[in-house]
T-cell receptor, first 111, second 118 residues
Framework: QKEVEQDPGPLSVPEGAIVSLNCTYS??????FMWYRQYSRKGPELLMY????GNKEDGRFTAQVDKSSKYISLFIRDSQPSDSATYLC???????????FGTGTSLTVIP | GAVVSQHPSRVICKSGTSVKIECRSL??????MFWYRQFPKKSLMLMAT?????????EQGVEKDKFLINHASLTLSTLTVTSAHPEDSSFYIC??????????????FGPGTRLLVL
């Protein structure tokens, strides 16, 4: 079983839709959870960073962590064509040096 | 947020030559940097973990004599692809791990280097 599972998509939504991206994981030691956005031919850009369970909101983006279910989500409200990218989840434990990435979900927002 | 640069952004070289890629953390010190390789439409593949002042730790299947990593300072790590061959053509991305009081410890990525070996 992989440490982190992420549906690769592709996911295609109309502009203005709410997008839900998800990852599941198997290691209960993971405490830090990240979402990265990667545009084509660019390096990943850190979008959201959360510690332990709960929600974190930043503008149109909301990250949720449910440690009891080992499930994390990224919600994008009022999606824009500029949100079209690949979204990677990542996580690590308290020791911090080993990070585990999802395979990435490709999102296209259609104008 | 923290900024990581990579140089060059793109390189084309002949088979058999060596190519050096630099990764710099511009506004923070990074004891640990990571090197990844990414094929088109695929996820990141960790190649090695680079620690300042010590030898890099390579992932299984990555040839350490082929991919030389040097982390000589807290802001610079280099990856040298030695005797490059067409199968080494790929997108190479570095990241730097932030650490220290008051700073979220996570990875910040460079913009990537696209290597094409002819």
């Amino acid at each position: 079983q992989k440490e982190v599972e992420q549906d690769p998509g592709p996911l295609s939504v109309p502009e203005g839709a709410i997008v839900s991206l998800n990852c599941t994981y198997s290691n209960s030691a993971f405490q830090y959870f990240m979402w990265y956005r990667q545009y084509s031919r660019k390096g990943p850009e850190l979008l959201m960073y959360t510690y332990s369970s709960g929600n974190k909101e930043d503008g149109r983006f909301t990250a949720q962590v449910d440690k009891s279910s080992k499930y994390i989500s990224l919600f994008i409200r009022d999606s824009q064509p500029s949100d079209s990218a690949t979204y990677l989840c990542a996580m690590t434990s308290n020791t911090g040096n080993q990070f585990y990435f999802g395979t990435g979900t490709s999102l296209t927002v259609i104008p | 947020g923290a900024v990581v640069s990579q140089h060059p952004s793109r390189v084309i070289c002949k088979s058999g030559t060596s190519v050096k890629i630099e990764c710099r953390s511009l506004d923070f010190q990074a004891t640990t940097m990571f090197w990844y390789r990414q094929f088109p439409k695929k996820s990141l593949m960790l190649m090695a973990t680079s620690n300042e002042g010590s030898k890099a730790t390579y992932e299984q299947g990555v040839e350490k004599d082929k991919f030389l990593i040097n982390h000589a300072s807290l802001t610079l790590s280099t990856l040298t692809v030695t005797s490059a061959h067409p199968e080494d053509s790929s997108f190479y991305i570095c990241s730097a791990l932030t650490s220290g009081r008051g700073v979220q410890e996570t990875q910040y990525f460079g913009p990537g280097t696209r290597l094409l070996v002819l």
